[in-house]
């Protein structure tokens, strides 16, 4: 009996441990969501703020969403980090010369442009909502960035023409608001979808 009872207090003590370790990690879960940040879904227009000195800059931790479907993402310190295009559509849109040389502010390098991240000729936005410090050399014809945009507008080109799927992850170091590159996910229509890691810097 005595070894009855003593098993028993065992399976005891191992329950509530058990359960101690349940609640302690319910708890450390519960405060894991805590701090995973909630995206807010925003009305185009209303993501870009005033910020220091009264310049542009995008609402931190926001969702946007173009008239043709394009969804943004951005971070804590208003970086996109996110971009998701479901069907690019082939359509120049206006473009922001202003906005294009001051991407990237304190942090943009000497040979950047203000690259598109869903290029003007697909209807991409032309102000800082679209608009990262890209180096040129791979932004420009013959660049890695610049033969990959091509490769979509000559599958939109197709008579018909075939449907391009589009995610692209800009990634940062530190607060810098010039990404060190940049991780790009597509499918073009009857195609494997295609992952490309290109290096913000000459040569990709």
């Known amino acids: 009996m005595k070894d009855v009872l003593r098993k028993y207090d065992l399976n005891l003590s191992s329950g509530r441990r058990g359960a101690d370790d349940i609640i302690g990690g319910s708890s450390k879960v519960a405060n894991y969501l805590d701090e995973v940040p909630k995206i807010k879904e925003v009305p185009y227009g209303e993501h870009i703020i005033k910020g220091k000195g009264g310049r542009k800059e995008l609402a931190p931790h926001t969702r946007y969403v173009t008239e043709d479907g394009y969804k943004y993402t951005t971070d804590k310190l208003g970086r996109v980090v996110d971009v998701e295009a479901d069907s690019l559509v082939l359509k120049a849109a206006e473009r922001n010369e202003g906005m294009q040389k001051v991407a990237g502010r304190e942090d943009r390098l000497l040979d950047d442009d203000?690259?598109?991240?869903?290029?003007?000729?697909?209807?991409?936005?032309?102000?800082?909502?679209?608009?990262?410090?890209?180096?040129?050399?791979?932004?420009?014809?013959?660049?890695?960035?610049?033969?990959?945009?091509?490769?979509?507008?000559?599958?939109?080109?197709?008579?018909?023409?075939?449907?391009?799927?589009?995610?692209?992850?800009?990634?940062?170091?530190?607060?810098?608001?010039?990404?060190?590159?940049?991780?790009?996910?597509?499918?073009?229509?009857?195609?494997?979808?295609?992952?490309?890691?290109?290096?913000?810097?000459?040569?990709?």
């Open 114 to 204: 203000g690259g598109h991240l869903i290029g003007s000729q697909f209807n991409g936005p032309g102000d800082i909502d679209n608009l990262v410090a890209q180096n040129r050399q791979i932004n420009r014809s013959g660049g890695k960035w610049y033969e990959m945009e091509q490769e979509w507008a000559n599958a939109l080109k197709e008579t018909p023409p075939r449907k391009v799927s589009v995610k692209i992850e800009p990634q940062y170091s530190g607060e810098s608001l010039r990404p060190d590159k940049f991780k790009v996910i597509y499918q073009v229509e009857g195609e494997r979808s295609v992952t490309k890691r290109i290096t913000n810097k000459a040569g990709g």
